[in-house]
Structures are given as C-alpha cells and as structure tokens.
C-alpha cells in the first residue's frame, strides 16, 4: 500500500530493527536496545510500534520478548537456538551518563530475513536503525534488505548509534545511502566530522552530508543544550526542556522518535524539535530507556504532532 491509498486515520507503522538486549547494570538490568527504544516511545504516541530483531532460544529471550510485549510492542523476533540472547553492560556516572561494554556475536548479530519480516516492511511508514545491529553481515543483510523491500514514502532513520569498538565507516556510509534521516550525537558528529572533513558549523557539515548521501534531514542532539537540524529550507533549533537528570539511557531514542514523527505528520519543525525535547527530558528523569510517559505529556505531545488529527 502506497502513501496515497493508506487509510488517513490509520496509525503509522514504526519499526525498530536491530538489536534487542538486556541492559545490566548494579541496579539490575532493563530491557532495551536503541530501535527498541525508539519503538516503544513511538507506540505511546500512537502508532503502531513493532520491534524485528532476534534473541536466544533461551529464558532471558523469552523474557525480553514478553518485555517488549509489556511494553506494547509488537514483534517480529527470531529466537535462534545456540546463539545467546544479547546483554550490555550499563555504567552511569555522577551525572547520569552511560558508558556500555556490548557482548560479542548475540543473537541480535545474526536477525535473519523472513516472510514475517518481509510482509511488515512492505507497509512501514517509519523505520529505524543504527550502526551497532550491522557489525555481524547476517544481521547487516536483513536490515539493508528490509531497507529495499519497504516502500518509497516510509522514513528511514539512521541513528548513528556509535559504540566502539563497532565503528565501521564503511557500515556508516552504506546506511547513509540508504536513510532519508541522520540523527546523531554530539560525540557521533565529531566523528562524522573527523571522517568527512566537515566544518565546524553544523549548517555548512549537515548540508554537505544531506548533498552527497541524499538525505532529507539532519538533526543533531546537543544534550543540556538542546537539539537543532538541518533540512531543504536551512536550520531550525530548539533549546531542552529543563530536567534533572537521572539517567539518560534511551532519551535520544525517545527524541528521535517523537521527531521522527513530526516529520511524518509535516509538523513545523521548531514544534517538533520543542515536543522532542519535552519527551527526552522526562525519561532522563526516569530509570531506564522506556518509561511510561504521563498522560498529561502524551496528550500534549499528540497534539503538537497533529496525532489525532
């Protein structure tokens, strides 16, 4: 189904795709993974949220697939027998910022292409992700291939997703070919930066990267500062809701994808970029990626992104 006979009240189909994982840290461990993230976020907000990606045959699997059920999600997940499900190692420091040690070869490394997988790319309105899903070719064969299978008008989001030691230019490079979206982080666009000669001014970088990989939209998150992004029409910027933060595990996610659809809904960017930060400023203030968002903020944020109209 194109853009144009897709019923117009009919919520949007939001993938994410890649890895699936159980972060640990000394206050236990949480189910995420940035596409999983993103998913979760996007189903508050209406749509219709599916996570693809693949755990082991084993009880941490299951328990993660009943997670991203609880969650709301809905899922298209392989559990592959022999490979083990996937785990992170979470540290904060004092002001709530993570660093991972990622397991090698998890089950997430090798999602493999399906009917099931097939049949949902060819109706996904948005889908996200990263480089880190990419490290193991399997997995890189799926997502390049569920990329080409859906269709033209469906939003491709690359979150750059840099994790060393799983950074690959030349996995960055074909993501970029294939993504109409490119949102990093400030640490992730000084490597773009490194990799590609870019100025130092965000505008003149973003142009250059929308100009030689075809993008649509660049859009850098800035932390405490704000967020801002380059498209067609120049920059547009927005400063950060005021938060205390907690934890920033999967505030991006949640910004990328309350952006992701304002895009998809042709909401002003300024207003999309402010309802953005408004949503990552209270997960920060919350313990893990996915949390519940108050109905007061969900209300609110549907309404700047024309949800319900």
């Not at 189909?13 to 972060?23: F, I, M, P």
């Not at 082991?56 to 709301?72: K, Q, V, W």
Request: proline content about 6%; glycine content about 10%; overall charge negative.
């Amino acid at each position: 189904m194109d853009a144009a006979s897709r019923p117009t009240d009919a919520p949007p189909v939001v993938v994410g795709l890649g890895e699936l994982l159980w972060d640990v840290s000394p206050a236990g461990r949480r189910w995420g993974g940035a596409p999983a993230n993103f998913a979760c976020h996007a189903g508050q907000l209406g749509a219709e949220a599916w996570v693809v990606s693949a755990v082991g045959d084993d009880r941490d699997g299951e328990a993660l697939i009943g997670e991203a059920h609880s969650h709301g999600l809905r899922t298209c997940i392989a559990a592959l027998h022999g490979r083990p499900t996937g785990r992170v190692e979470v540290a904060l420091d004092p002001g709530g910022l993570p660093t991972y040690r990622i397991e090698d070869d998890c089950a997430w490394d090798h999602i493999p292409w399906t009917e099931a997988a097939a049949a949902l790319a060819a109706r996904t309105d948005v889908v996200c992700f990263g480089s880190l899903a990419q490290r193991h070719p399997v997995s890189r064969a799926s997502i390049q291939r569920f990329l080409e299978c859906a269709p033209p008008h469906a939003l491709r989001v690359f979150d750059a997703n840099l994790r060393a030691p799983y950074v690959d230019r030349a996995v960055v490079e074909g993501s970029l070919e294939r993504a109409d979206v490119l949102k990093a982080n400030e640490d992730e666009w000084a490597q773009l930066g490194r990799w590609f000669d870019l100025s130092g001014d965000f505008e003149e970088g973003a142009r250059w990267l929308r100009e030689q990989f075809g993008l649509r939209w660049v859009l850098r998150t800035l932390g405490e500062r704000g967020a801002e992004a380059v498209d067609a029409r120049g920059r547009h910027a927005a400063p950060a809701a005021p938060a205390t933060p907690l934890d920033t595990v999967g505030a991006g996610d949640a910004f990328g994808a309350v952006f992701s659809l304002g895009l998809l809904r042709d909401v002003e960017p300024g207003l999309a970029l402010a309802a953005s930060a408004e949503v990552a400023a209270y997960v920060c203030t919350q313990p893990g990626g996915t949390p519940r968002l108050p109905d007061r903020l969900r209300s609110d944020v549907r309404r700047s992104l024309r949800v319900d109209s």
